[in-house]
């Protein structure tokens, strides 16, 4: 039982009883979204990581072990009724360690008959030549990363078709917002910004990026857990409006009531910076997404569900006050 910061046990809280049970392995910024999430609905919700703690709502359970072990995910998940797979392995060691983990956690959800949901980016595709990308388009993925990234979705739906466990995938792009620190729109733009620092940026900051909230990630999540039309496909949950990078920026710079410009990092930098940083090193490898017109359509999923994204003029000032309060 997660002990609290105030001394509160879980047990002692007052929650609301649900015959539902969300097991959510992953407490990075997606996965505790979705927990705060579930937990306001007041939903029964266990999150899993490798420590056993997490920052979590009360009345949510943490329990602590290693995901890429089925018998522990087999045991975890005991009574679940929808399984979500929000984890994220260290970047540089993706192709090693990603797929034991999905693997496993497969294994938990077929075991206690539970619906699993699985949470992707959009390494799969490849490049498109700024054509905007829709869940139909192929997995023309050269890299590493996102080739492993499209087996493990092909694994999912074949392990859905084969009637092993329910599947249902949600993708979404670049993320920014509460504890999304280590994405290319967190901390490397928000800090500098609040400063009243320039920001600098990989790609062209005046393409079209589509970026995704990432509450909104959480609550997409929660919706294709408890959506029966959900299953079987995958779904790119829903996004603003897509602006440019620079223009992107500018909203932050409004929001945090400061001055600053906006460039972009010089390809020889990137490609020097990543001998001494292994982030931007594995970057390098969807540099397409940062280079060439990148808007994601999430159509299928506001149509199918009526669920839409928050407005970037809420998202980002809500941003903004968080990356304050959390200084570095």
Same mark, same amino acid.
């Given at each position: 039982?997660?002990?609290?910061?105030?001394?509160?046990?879980?047990?002692?809280?007052?929650?609301?009883?649900?015959?539902?049970?969300?097991?959510?392995?992953?407490?990075?910024?997606?996965?505790? +979204?979705?927990?705060?999430?579930?937990?306001?609905?007041?939903?029964?919700? $266990?999150?899993?990581?490798?420590?056993?703690?997490?920052?979590?709502?009360?009345?949510?359970?943490?329990?602590?072990?290693?995901?890429?072990?089925?018998?522990? $995910?087999?045991? &975890?998940?005991?009574?679940?009724?929808?399984?979500?797979?929000?984890?994220?392995?260290?970047?540089?060691?993706?192709?090693?360690?990603?797929?034991?983990?999905?693997?496993?956690?497969?294994?938990? +959800?077929?075991?206690?008959?539970?619906?699993?949901?699985?949470?992707?980016?959009?390494?799969?595709?490849?490049?498109?030549?700024?054509?905007?990308?829709?869940?139909?388009?192929?997995?023309?993925?050269?890299?590493?990363?996102?080739?492993?990234?499209?087996?493990?979705?092909?694994?999912?739906?074949? +392990?859905?078709?084969?009637?092993?466990?329910?599947?249902?995938?949600?993708?979404?792009?670049?993320?920014?917002?509460?504890?999304?620190?280590?994405?290319?729109?967190?901390?490397?733009?928000?800090?500098?910004?609040?400063?009243?620092?320039?920001?600098?940026?990989?790609?062209?900051?005046?393409?079209?990026?589509?970026?995704?909230?990432?509450?909104?990630?959480?609550?997409?999540?929660?919706?294709?857990? &408890?959506?029966?039309? +959900?299953?079987?496909?995958?779904?790119?949950?829903?996004?603003?409006?897509?602006?440019?990078?620079?223009?992107?920026?500018?909203?932050?710079?409004?929001? &945090?009531?400061?001055?600053?410009?906006?460039? &972009?990092?010089?390809?020889?930098?990137?490609?020097?910076?990543?001998?001494?940083?292994?982030?931007?090193?594995?970057?390098?490898?969807?540099?397409?997404?940062?280079?060439?017109?990148?808007?994601?359509?999430?159509?299928?999923?506001?149509?199918?569900?009526?669920?839409?994204? $928050?407005?970037?003029?809420?998202?980002?000032?809500?941003?903004?006050?968080?990356?304050?309060?959390?200084?570095?």
């Amino acid at each position: 039982m997660n002990r609290w910061r105030d001394g509160t046990q879980a047990a002692e809280l007052n929650v609301k009883e649900t015959t539902v049970t969300h097991v959510v392995f992953g407490t990075g910024p997606v996965g505790l +979204a979705l927990v705060e999430h579930l937990a306001a609905a007041g939903e029964k919700v $266990t999150a899993v990581n490798r420590g056993g703690r997490a920052d979590v709502p009360p009345g949510v359970d943490v329990v602590g072990g290693d995901a890429s072990d089925p018998e522990f $995910t087999t045991e &975890a998940v005991r009574g679940a009724a929808v399984v979500y797979q929000c984890l994220g392995p260290p970047y540089d060691r993706w192709p090693e360690l990603f797929p034991p983990l999905q693997s496993a956690v497969l294994q938990g +959800a077929a075991a206690a008959g539970a619906k699993l949901v699985s949470f992707e980016n959009l390494y799969l595709y490849g490049p498109t030549d700024g054509a905007p990308l829709t869940e139909d388009l192929p997995s023309a993925a050269t890299g590493p990363k996102g080739q492993v990234r499209a087996q493990m979705a092909r694994d999912l739906l074949a +392990a859905h078709d084969a009637g092993t466990v329910r599947v249902a995938i949600g993708r979404a792009s670049t993320y920014f917002g509460p504890r999304g620190l280590v994405s290319s729109m967190g901390e490397r733009v928000f800090y500098p910004v609040i400063a009243g620092k320039n920001a600098q940026v990989i790609g062209d900051p005046d393409q079209p990026h589509t970026v995704s909230y990432i509450p909104d990630i959480g609550a997409g999540l929660a919706t294709l857990g &408890a959506r029966d039309k +959900a299953d079987g496909r995958a779904w790119h949950l829903p996004n603003a409006d897509t602006i440019t990078t620079r223009t992107f920026i500018e909203k932050i710079y409004e929001a &945090a009531g400061t001055d600053g410009k906006v460039s &972009a990092m010089p390809r020889f930098m990137v490609n020097l910076v990543a001998l001494f940083n292994s982030n931007v090193r594995e970057l390098k490898e969807v540099l397409f997404e940062f280079e060439e017109p990148f808007v994601v359509d999430s159509s299928a999923f506001e149509s199918a569900f009526g669920q839409r994204a $928050t407005p970037l003029d809420e998202a980002i000032p809500t941003t903004v006050e968080w990356f304050r309060a959390s200084p570095k």
